[in-house]
């Protein structure tokens, strides 16, 4: 059996199975998949599959719930990938917003509530090729652990779910900080 697991995105409808990366067909979306994982998608079970850097994402159909499709999901999908040949995946259609999306979804997701709780927030600026731009404020413009969130953090989960090339920068980066944010943000900690 090969080790998948789930994880939510911002879309109820949609979960994101991470593979391990020699199982994963070609990125791109998926026009036909091999077995039980096709005939769901035939029936309308799910509504989409696109396969990314480290996992494939899937949408279910509007009148299908997780909850009741999720185990057959599951099962067609790790049946599908012992047959890396049963697969057509359209690659020119690889995800070129997928970055945008991921980095969105973190940033609303846990990323966001992780400097929120320190009484800041990131915004994100833009996505251009695997350069992710953001901006920081409130106590995050300027606090020192800024960077090791940006880059141990967020920019290490975009690799993780995108690509190794993905680079993160901050469009307000400054290496000075004024007396008062520095004790703001110690304060607000």
Request: net charge negative; charged share 20%.
């Given at each position: 059996m090969i080790p998948i697991h789930a994880?939510?995105?911002?879309n109820p409808a949609q979960l994101r199975?991470?593979?391990?990366?020699?199982?994963?067909?070609?990125?791109?979306?998926?026009r036909h998949a091999p077995g039980?994982?096709?005939?769901?998608?035939?029936?309308?079970?799910?509504?989409?599959?696109?396969?990314?850097g480290n996992d494939i994402l899937i949408a279910i159909g509007a009148a299908n719930s997780?909850?009741?499709v999720g185990?057959?999901?599951?099962?067609?999908?790790?049946?599908?990938?012992l047959d890396p040949q049963g697969w057509t995946v359209d690659e020119?259609?690889?995800?070129?917003?997928?970055?945008?999306?991921?980095?969105?979804?973190?940033?609303?997701?846990?990323?966001?509530?992780?400097?929120?709780s320190h009484g800041g927030s990131?915004?994100?600026?833009?996505?251009?090729?695997?350069?992710?731009?953001?901006?920081?404020?409130?106590?995050?413009d300027g606090c020192p652990a800024a960077s090791s969130t940006l880059r141990d953090v967020f920019e290490r989960e975009l690799r993780r779910r995108v690509d190794q090339q993905v680079a993160v920068s901050c469009e307000n980066d400054s290496a000075t900080m004024?007396?008062?944010?520095?004790?703001?943000?110690?304060?607000?900690?």
């Open positions: 994880t939510a995105t911002a199975w991470v593979v391990p990366p020699d199982r994963l067909p070609p990125r791109g979306t998926v039980r994982l096709g005939a769901l998608v035939d029936n309308g079970t799910i509504d989409a599959l696109v396969v990314g997780w909850r009741e185990d057959d999901i599951r099962e067609a999908l790790s049946e599908a990938l020119s259609s690889a995800p070129d917003g997928q970055l945008e999306t991921v980095a969105a979804e973190l940033l609303a997701g846990p990323i966001g509530d992780l400097a929120a990131i915004e994100l600026v833009s996505v251009v090729g695997h350069q992710v731009r953001v901006r920081m404020s409130g106590a995050c004024s007396l008062g944010k520095k004790l703001l943000s110690l304060i607000v900690r």
